[in-house]
């Protein structure tokens, strides 16, 4: 029988399990860790866009104190391109960009790594980083995805589907259509910065890697590495203990780790490479500027008859991928017979972007649903009224019924809650005191996901007679409350209090689970857990 304090204790409210640990300061950071015998890494960035490196002299950092080594593409390791994550060919990869680090002499971005100091500590790895000398050829750099010398391209699939997508006759729709909108919107670059720097810390034992990364898929750097360093996976640990926020970017593989594992292999010590600040900007993925040209036609009445979505999103010169899929839920959101949606890539010098929390549909969505109220102004239709006429109640991209869907339902109880029938639709016409206020709404839409993940529990006797559960899953809790949902999923499923239980993650020693990413956590995991 379950016990009495534990019936339900999924879905009410607990103490974080970690977080006396963070509040106290007990929680470990990757950049606060240290191994016997740490050396510290510091990377050296191009302060050009595109060229070529055409001279680098360390001489001066060598001769610094306390420096063990400086690595250039001259010596570096050379490295075995793995799969990159959301490759166009459909393979599963965890690298975070497509360039690999001090392979070659061609400068691609502002801030590319040239160079990585080791020393014995980090002041000293600094200081000698500043003492690194180098010397560029340099060419014209593409800085803006609107300028002449952009060159807007189709990559080859858009997250599996074709980069044009067409559904009916848009032209016919908007020729047929009472009143149609034509609008373009930006949405600029964002970067993710959380409050934990990208940190590494490498360990080789022979032709061992053990690697301590706050990554939210700890699996996925394991495979990256072994690829890039033509290791088995099994030859590859990764360990993460806690991360201080991910928003997308502790998700995949990053070059610096890659020089981490160099610069420890080189000096046969463990070695820790720490990003600056100013280093995230150009050393990890954010969410790449996008524009968007929305075009929508409808009857006087409001039915949609035509939708159109295209999209222009920049990337590296090195990089095929889209990280932003911002066409795909425009397909399906709303009831609309003619849609046709476009996706292109303009190659800028600039580091790759990636996904970001929001994710990566979201910039669609503000540019469809702001055209959606321009719209409803035109038509003078209210903005809720105009989206309940044009709800979806199957698939309109497939002709498919809804596994579950909710959204009549969340407008209509949102509307009622909010008041939404006291909305006053002129600008300007609602105040609170001498404020102005202006009332607004909008769709938001993201699919449900979960995938293969397994986990174990294992039971000891505790010193008060009773018994712990220690249940183990290589999952991450990038600050969203893994650790306390699991506990409470194992207390519920054992009957046991959730001071019984302790959830222990983020190691590859672990069973497998998939990234931490696309709000896919708890329905992936918490299903093995149970189990």
Not at 18 to 33: C, N, P, S
Not at 239 to 247: D, Y
Not at 393 to 398: I, L, N, S
Not at 470 to 497: F, H, K
Request: net charge neutral; hydrophobic share 40%; aromatic share 6%.
């Amino acid at each position: 029988m379950p016990h009495a304090a534990t019936a339900g204790v999924e879905g009410t409210s607990l103490d974080r399990v970690e977080g006396e640990a963070k509040v106290t300061g007990r929680a470990h950071y990757t950049a606060d860790l240290a191994l016997p015998g740490l050396a510290h890494a510091v990377v050296v960035q191009s302060p050009v866009a595109h060229g070529r490196l055409v001279a680098i002299d360390a001489a001066a950092a060598l001769r610094s104190p306390g420096v063990l080594a400086v690595i250039t593409h001259h010596d570096a390791t050379r490295l075995t391109p793995s799969i990159v994550a959301m490759d166009t060919t459909g393979e599963r990869g965890g690298a975070g960009t497509q360039h690999l680090p001090l392979q070659d002499d061609v400068i691609h971005h502002w801030g590319q790594h040239v160079a990585v100091v080791v020393a014995e500590s980090p002041d000293q790895a600094r200081h000698a980083a500043a003492l690194v000398v180098t010397r560029y050829a340099t060419e014209r750099p593409v800085l803006d995805m609107d300028g002449p010398d952009a060159a807007p391209f189709a990559p080859t699939k858009v997250w599996g589907a074709a980069p044009e997508t067409r559904h009916g006759d848009v032209a016919a729709g908007l020729a047929a259509a009472d009143v149609r909108v034509d609008a373009t919107y930006v949405t600029q670059v964002q970067h993710h910065n959380s409050m934990e720097l990208h940190a590494t810390m490498a360990a080789w034992d022979g032709d061992e890697l053990t690697l301590y990364e706050p990554s939210t898929w700890v699996y996925g750097v394991r495979k990256t590495v072994a690829g890039w360093f033509g290791l088995f996976e099994h030859q590859v640990r990764v360990v993460q203990h806690h991360i201080g926020g991910s928003f997308g970017h502790k998700g995949p593989t990053w070059p610096h780790v890659a020089l981490a594992a160099m610069a420890a292999r080189r000096v046969g010590r463990p070695v820790r490479l720490t990003l600056t600040r100013p280093q995230e900007f150009t050393s990890v993925g954010y969410r790449p500027r996008i524009r968007h040209r929305i075009q929508l036609g409808a009857t006087r009445d409001g039915r949609l008859t035509a939708l159109s979505h295209d999209a222009v999103a920049q990337t590296a010169p090195f990089d095929l991928r889209v990280v932003a899929p911002v066409t795909a839920t425009t397909r399906k959101l709303y009831a609309c017979e003619n849609v046709a949606t476009s996706y292109h890539l303009v190659h800028l010098n600039r580091n790759g972007p990636f996904t970001m929390r929001g994710p990566g549909e979201t910039p669609g969505l503000f540019a469809v649903e702001s055209a959606m109220d321009e719209l409803a102004y035109a038509l003078g239709i209210d903005p809720l009224a105009l989206r309940l006429r044009n709800h979806a109640d199957v698939d309109p991209e497939t002709g498919h019924r809804w596994s579950s869907k909710r959204l009549r339902a969340c407008y209509i109880e949102a509307a009622a809650r909010f008041g939404w029938a006291r909305r006053d639709p002129h600008p300007g016409a609602m105040h609170d005191g001498d404020a102005r206020v202006g009332w607004g709404m909008a769709t938001a839409g993201y699919h449900a996901k979960a995938e293969k993940t397994a986990a174990r529990a294992r039971l000891a006797p505790a010193p008060d007679g009773g018994h712990l559960v220690t249940v183990e899953s290589a999952t991450a809790d990038p600050g969203t409350g893994a650790r306390t949902i699991m506990t409470q999923i194992a207390a519920d499923a054992l009957g046991v209090p959730p001071a019984r239980i302790r959830f222990v993650l983020g190691d590859t020693r672990l069973p497998e689970a998939p990234i931490a990413a696309g709000s896919q956590t708890t329905a992936s995991v918490g299903p093995a857990v149970r189990a």
